[in-house]
């Protein structure tokens, strides 16, 4: 039987309403889960992120070290504590040689903020160093050294942190905030042997365009930039701060200088993440096949 034709476009009309209805919904919920979504689920959803590097001038002794890097704490009143907890519980699970923190331990007002910090920082399980950021000095950097003491989290300003195993040595460098202008490339490299993998903490990834000059340095951990905390699909971060822009995440090769930057575990305003989740990052060290041999 033929179809009725005064009844087809009636159809096609019906069909462009229901896809304009279903259209505007699809929309109208997406409007309003992405706001809760970066608000709620996404600042809190840790992602453990293991980054196997091989460092050039590694000694065999430290083949399979581990190291743990945290960035961009930025400890406030909006950061629920078992949020903190979670982070040093999950930071103790990956049983690393060593923990690092690269910087921003508070957003402001760290003496308000002490005794949440040191009862979390003092549950690392492994031996822990950590440079200033930007917000740190802007508050009290004084204060924030205090509270990485009372933590056993020994701050590294213009200062290098050695480990042995045997006669090997593994040097961890951290220079004082560059946006401060608190930064002493030249300080650090008087305190610097020669010989054995060295790693640079700089809390500001932009500073690798300095350090690699030395050549010195296998690898250069940062923060800062949080990962741009909003990051726009196919198109990146809108919004990056000085000293974070070059580099603003992830793993770069420069020069004969990795450079990884961590996104953070905290925010500052607004407080959202959408397409930069919390990162814990685990490093898993090698030393070259020739090394080994």
Same mark, same amino acid.
């Given at each position: 039987?033929?179809?009725?034709?005064?009844?087809?476009?009636?159809?096609?009309?019906?069909?462009?309403?229901?896809?304009?209805?279903?259209?505007?919904?699809?929309?109208?919920?997406?409007?309003?889960?992405?706001?809760?979504?970066?608000?709620?689920?996404?600042?809190?959803?840790?992602?453990?992120?293991?980054?196997?590097?091989?460092?050039?001038?590694?000694?065999?002794?430290?083949?399979?070290?581990?190291?743990?890097?945290?960035?961009?704490?930025?400890?406030?009143?909006?950061?629920?504590?078992?949020?903190?907890?979670?982070?040093?519980?999950?930071?103790?699970?990956?049983?690393?040689?060593?923990?690092?923190?690269?910087?921003?331990?508070?957003?402001?007002?760290?003496?308000? $903020?002490? /005794?949440?910090? =040191? @009862?979390?920082?003092?549950?690392?399980?492994?031996?822990? %160093?950590?440079? *200033?950021? #930007?917000?740190? $000095?802007? /508050?009290?950097? =004084? @204060?924030?050294?205090?509270?990485?003491?009372?933590?056993? %989290?020994?701050? *590294?300003? #213009?200062?290098? $942190?050695?480990?042995?195993?045997?006669?090997?040595?593994?040097?961890?460098?951290?220079?004082?905030?560059?946006?401060?202008?608190?930064?002493?490339?030249?300080?650090?490299?008087?305190?610097?042997?020669?010989?054995?993998?060295?790693?640079?903490?700089?809390?500001?990834?932009?500073?690798?365009?300095?350090?690699?000059?030395?050549?010195?340095?296998?690898?250069?951990?940062?923060?800062?930039?949080?990962?741009?905390?909003?990051?726009?699909?196919?198109?990146?971060?809108?919004?990056?701060?000085?000293?974070?822009?070059?580099?603003?995440?992830?793993?770069?090769?420069?020069?004969?200088?990795?450079?990884?930057?961590?996104?953070?575990?905290?925010?500052?305003?607004?407080?959202?993440?959408?397409?930069?989740?919390?990162?814990?990052?685990?490093?898993?060290?090698?030393?070259?096949?020739?090394?080994?041999?």
């Amino acid at each position: 039987m033929g179809q009725d034709l005064g009844q087809m476009p009636k159809r096609r009309l019906f069909r462009r309403r229901s896809f304009g209805i279903w259209t505007l919904l699809i929309l109208f919920f997406l409007a309003l889960g992405l706001p809760v979504y970066a608000y709620k689920i996404e600042p809190y959803w840790l992602e453990v992120k293991t980054v196997p590097l091989v460092l050039p001038h590694l000694q065999p002794e430290f083949d399979g070290y581990r190291i743990v890097q945290l960035s961009d704490v930025h400890v406030v009143d909006q950061m629920p504590q078992p949020f903190l907890e979670k982070v040093i519980d999950q930071t103790n699970r990956q049983q690393p040689d060593l923990v690092v923190i690269t910087g921003d331990i508070v957003t402001a007002s760290p003496r308000r $903020y002490a /005794s949440r910090i =040191e @009862a979390a920082f003092k549950t690392f399980e492994a031996p822990t %160093v950590a440079v *200033l950021g #930007n917000h740190d $000095y802007w /508050s009290d950097p =004084e @204060a924030v050294q205090q509270i990485l003491q009372n933590s056993n %989290v020994e701050p *590294l300003r #213009n200062q290098v $942190y050695t480990v042995h195993r045997n006669q090997a040595q593994l040097h961890i460098a951290g220079v004082d905030d560059v946006w401060a202008g608190a930064a002493d490339l030249d300080q650090v490299m008087a305190q610097l042997p020669k010989t054995g993998a060295a790693i640079l903490l700089a809390h500001e990834p932009d500073f690798a365009d300095t350090a690699v000059t030395t050549h010195r340095f296998d690898l250069e951990l940062s923060g800062h930039a949080h990962g741009g905390q909003v990051a726009i699909p196919f198109v990146g971060a809108p919004v990056l701060p000085p000293h974070g822009k070059r580099y603003p995440i992830g793993q770069y090769q420069i020069e004969d200088l990795i450079q990884y930057t961590n996104r953070g575990i905290g925010m500052v305003s607004p407080r959202v993440r959408f397409g930069s989740r919390p990162e814990i990052t685990v490093f898993q060290l090698s030393a070259p096949a020739e090394q080994q041999s």
